[in-house]
């Protein structure tokens, strides 16, 4: 991500890199205020390290409630037809989100 | 016939829906403590020697068989062993019999020891990421994994975690590693000598050790050699006299094998969570051999063809 090398200098002088924070969400049908079922958060600032089995209860109840709190959405899952003879087949979770955080570290 | 204590049908309807059967502290702790002496002992943290090295060293000393795959089960393990006792468990075999049939293949077994972090000097202590074993499996018949816990595991030392329910969905192993929380997932916390029965599908993965001494679990996955079909203690299976009224239904139904199959996962998206219903009948119909099987009128909505 281009976004995540810039480096610049902050108003106090110290030099200030951006950095990408991720949040998945995957919500219980399309709408993005319907209930979270699963998520995900990426940490491009490196002070956390989130990782499979980390927490028991969704950082946000839906998508909507992340957006209340300045999470940006910049990718949402498709709605697909379903394959012939394949209806009734379930695999990966269908609803998912993609939300981004820019946060400002020291260089 | 069989003298073991088989499966209930509430129980096989349960192992149905949600895809495991959880046993806690059904292994003497003389077979616990003959297995943890037989794995050996685990060497302390080295500074010159990676943890892969440590658990290497483990694995090759360890008094586990290497066994082929496709060995029958009842001879993968010498008379004796803490395993074999293990498996010679009236309630153990029983269930094993009850969910693959009699005569079981051996697959696969492995020792998993989870390192606390003074182990991973320069390396990252993480969780496994969350994955179904093997690979694509389409099939409606399974495998069974059972996990076993020779000592108490805390929540603090990563106890095995897996998702209630996802055993049904066809998907290729770690794939899915990007799903970190699902509502529902359980943490293995437990009493020595516990045992957890695994549907082959069921999405599961270790958790990080965060305490100060390592975590072992023993593995071992079988396959049906014969049929699973009508295996269980059918003298507890009611017969199904109607369909249940749905929908509009003004009580808590009574306890049954509908009400067991009928309950969704706090993970269940709103339109496959149905889909998971009519999965899991058509998997009931597959234990119980009985083609015409129907829960809350998914299956019989859907094939009435309007034709006679």
Known sequence: MIVANLARQSGTGTRQMTRQKVLVLYLANSALDAPTVAWAVYDGTGETRPMAGDTDTPPYRTGVDALKDGWRLF????????????????????????????????? | MTDLPLLTASQMASFTARGFLRFDGVVPQDINTQFLAEMGDIASPQPDSTLRQAYGRLLAEAGVPEVAAGTALARAYPQGCAVNRMLELPLVAGAICSLVGEAPTFDHHFLHVTFPPAYHAGGESVSQHTHQDSTIDPRTAFDVQIMYYPHAVTREMGGTRFIPGTHLRKVSEVALGRYQNICGQQHMVCEAGTLLFLHSGVWHGGGVNLAERTRTMFKIRMNPSQSQVRKFDLSTLQPQSAQRPIFYVKSQPPESVEEILMTPEPWFEQDTGRLEMVNRIKLWRYLTGDPTYDADYWLTRLENQASA
């Open chain 1, 75 to 107: 990718q949402a899952s498709q709605i697909l037809p379903h394959q012939r003879g394949a209806e009734f087949d379930v695999s990966y979770l269908k609803y998912e989100f993609f939300f981004e955080r820019l946060v400002e570290v020291a260089a």
